[in-house]
């Protein structure tokens, strides 16, 4: 019998900028007013209000008192008894699908610009007896910052354009190995080795093939890349050594203490704008090494 699935992919770290993001293939962001969405998950997830207000705090946002999901009906055969109780998957493959794209928006949203955006709960749900029934649901690691994603508006078509240019995994394996790095550092408590994981995405993208001169080589070649004019490049040049004697610091004397956030989020946003730049050209890492190096400070590339 086909009934209608609606999935809900709940985000957290977000705020009402995100409504105006336009997505594709008949998915869209949604607000709920947060008594109303406390409720919801009470009764999807069978647990009292006062602990699905506490157990899923990420999802609120406190200022603005709403929760914001992302949502796509659709219709599939299914089976289920008379207590609404599934007893046969739905046979349209698109109810599988919705997660991941939830998913991948998000990855995408996090390499576009800073804020712990997740979609770390989602749900499947049908009419049953006149209300609404929870037949499944997943969840995904929760954000372990309370960094919020917001969106000017300035940039919500530039999104909209790199959500739909950018296709996950990427086909170059070192660029697709840099941006698992980038995603992870995101997962880590602990800032030295966040800090680590993010210096060894720029060592993927960068080092050269002969490992002569490692670390002066990949601070020339990321402030060739990302420098605009000659004293962008230079200014990149000298914040990267920076952030090269703070890897030192931690991986030779231990001192993972001594990374503070701003240097964390410096060094996260030099990976993200490298991984962004090269996803453009389209070269393997010898060709992108061999252009780098063959151009200087302040290159048009």
Not at 143 to 158: A, F, G, N, R, V
Not at 245 to 256: L, Q, T, V
Request: a negative charge.
């Amino acid at each position: 019998m086909k009934k209608k699935i609606q999935f809900m992919g709940l985000l957290s770290n977000v705020d009402s900028s995100i409504l105006k993001l336009k997505l594709d293939n008949g998915y869209k962001i949604y607000s709920m007013p947060e008594k109303e969405g406390v409720t919801l998950i009470s009764t999807f997830d069978k647990v009292g209000v006062l602990d699905a207000r506490m157990d899923n705090s990420s999802y609120f946002n406190s200022t603005e008192k709403e929760m914001y999901y992302i949502s796509k009906t659709f219709e599939s055969d299914m089976e289920m008894n008379s207590e609404g109780i599934l007893t046969d998957l739905p046979t349209e493959p698109e109810y599988r699908d919705s997660g991941e794209y939830g998913r991948e928006i998000t990855r995408l949203m996090r390499l576009f610009k800073e804020g712990d955006i997740r979609m770390a709960k989602s749900y499947y749900f049908t009419e049953h007896d006149g209300s609404n029934h929870n037949f499944m649901s997943f969840r995904n690691s929760l954000p372990i910052s309370d960094s919020k994603y917001h969106l000017e508006d300035s940039e919500i078509l530039e999104l909209e354009n790199f959500i739909d240019k950018i296709k996950l995994p990427f086909g170059l394996p070192y660029l697709q190995l840099a941006f698992e790095s980038f995603e992870e550092s995101h997962n880590i408590h602990n800032r030295g080795l966040s800090f680590l994981i993010l210096m060894m995405a720029l060592e993927v993208l960068f080092s050269p093939a002969d490992d002569r001169e490692l670390s002066y080589r990949i601070r020339r070649n990321i402030a060739v890349l990302l420098g605009k004019t000659q004293g962008e490049s230079e200014a990149i040049y000298k914040e990267i050594r920076k952030l090269y004697d703070i890897r030192c610091e931690i991986s030779h004397a231990g001192k993972w203490k001594t990374v503070n956030q701003e240097s964390l989020l410096i060094l996260r946003e030099y990976v993200r704008k490298a991984i962004k730049r090269i996803s453009l050209f389209g070269k393997s890492k010898d060709d992108l090494s061999d252009l780098l190096n063959a151009s200087g400070f302040g290159t048009d590339l």
